[in-house]
């Protein structure tokens, strides 16, 4: 019975990360995830720590990563299995101390909650830049809706965020073991949760002064999103072409009777072939872009190199009122078994791990796009590309304003 309650521990905190994050987005589970896991490894040999740590990162990963399946099945949880690797050095970390989360020095306690929270977010660092990185749901991603709290990502990223709820749950472990050992009969000023409980304030109210000291705005541009909602076939079956063509076409010819529309944009691989290459798919782009709107497209690519096979690239292009291409946006960070494979050619059997019968190429640079008549530059982030600090950053260094 006693070596089943910590499995069960590590699994509820599984649960409870999956529901702080989307559909369900309970932001209030992110600060109490973690309680069950540090109880189920406090005292626990460092092995058996990995392990219950490895386990809640896949109950994590497999119920909010569902969504790949139509991907593939194998990949899913083969990705499930990996990412949840980075929960382990935080879990070896709680099993570490001898006196299990116990003691009531103070101090000692404080050290050992900063330590949780920097191992954390280290790990988290190291998923998002491993092997090109997944950072998908960051434990601080959880928070989203708060904007007051979301704010310390300017000083230290999502990592900052992540690390504070680190530190908020290690408290709160802290305070129930000491009640739990006895150490705690009765309450008095407990040190250990008012420092959680001050950073979490500290925090809010640096948020609400950046919320409160916003800049003027600046003029907007007024863009319609095109979303044709084709839906998934299975086993990567195409789609019906005709059927993303006149999505798009009757969408984008509803949304040009908006007064003062600025832009259009169509997302990620929207038409189904490779615009550069299709009469069919350029002939649509340029009818549509006849309307006079600049129309920003998601189309692959592909660029001969050498007079064998061509590089092919998940792109965004920029074509203005007169159907011409004025940019390309090759998409610099490609999902892992869903647009390349790692290793592949090298690993015996990696490809059955993925549909798709070869690699996409990452594109290098962020490029900056400028509408006709219009100055200020913007970038394209593709897909999950959003979720890494590094692309936004390098967009906007090279002149982006949005």
């Known amino acids: ?14 649960i409870l990360l999956f529901l702080s994050f989307a559909p369900f987005s309970i932001t209030l589970c992110g600060w109490f995830a973690l309680i069950p896991l540090m109880l189920g490894c406090a005292g626990a040999a460092p092995r058996r ?3 219950l740590g490895w386990l809640a990162g896949v109950v994590f990963f497999l119920s909010s990563l569902y969504w790949l399946r139509h991907v593939s099945w194998l990949g899913t949880i083969g990705l499930a299995f990996y990412c949840a690797l980075y929960f382990m050095p935080f879990a070896v970390f709680v099993s570490l101390r001898r006196d299990r989360w116990r003691s009531m020095k103070s101090l000692v306690n404080i050290a ?23 950072p998908w749901n960051l434990l601080g991603v959880s928070q989203y809706k ?11 990223g999502v990592y900052a965020l992540s690390a504070l709820l680190v530190f908020f749950n290690a408290a709160a472990a802290i305070t129930i073991l000491q009640y739990l050992s006895g150490l705690r009969r009765k309450y008095r000023m407990h040190i250990e949760l008012l420092c959680g409980v001050l950073a979490v304030v500290l925090i809010w109210a640096f948020g609400i002064h950046k ?10 541009v007024r863009a319609a999103l095109i979303q044709p909602n084709i839906p998934e076939v299975g086993n990567w079956e195409p789609a019906d072409p005709e059927l993303a063509y006149k999505r798009l076409e009757e969408l984008t010819l509803f949304a040009q009777h908006a007064p003062g529309l600025d832009l259009i944009i169509w997302p990620e691989t929207a038409l189904p072939d490779f615009v550069r290459f299709n009469e069919r798919s350029a002939g649509l782009v340029k009818k549509l872009a006849a309307a006079g709107v600049p129309l920003l497209a ?54 059955a791990l993925t ?11 962020a490029t900056l796009f400028k509408r006709p008549g219009d100055e200020r530059g913007f970038s394209v982030l593709i897909c999950f590309e959003d979720s ?15």
């Not at 708060?146 to 230290?156: K, N, P, S, V, Y």
């Not at 890494?388 to 949005?402: D, E, I, S, W």
């Open 1 to 14: 019975m006693k070596k089943t309650v910590p499995i069960v521990a590590s699994i509820f905190s599984g």
């Open 49 to 51: 720590a990995a392990f």
């Open 112 to 134: 050992w909650m900063f330590g949780a929270a920097a191992v954390w977010a280290a790990s988290e660092y190291l998923r998002a830049i491993v092997i090109t990185g997944f």
């Open 146 to 156: 708060e904007l007051a709290f979301i704010q310390i990502a300017e000083l230290g």
């Open 211 to 220: 919320l409160l000291d916003r800049p003027e705005p600046g003029v907007p």
């Open 298 to 351: 998601g189309s692959m690519d592909a660029v001969w190199r050498t007079e064998k096979e061509p590089d092919y690239y998940n792109a965004s292009m920029l074509f203005n009122p007169a159907g011409e291409l004025l940019g390309t946006y090759y998409k610099q960070h490609l999902v892992l078994f869903g647009e390349y494979i790692p290793f592949e050619g090298k690993i015996p059997l990696i490809n």
């Open 355 to 365: 549909p798709i019968g070869s690699s996409f190429k990452s594109g290098r640079t």
């Open 388 to 402: 890494l600090p590094y692309l936004a950053r390098r967009a906007a260094r090279g002149g982006a304003t949005m």
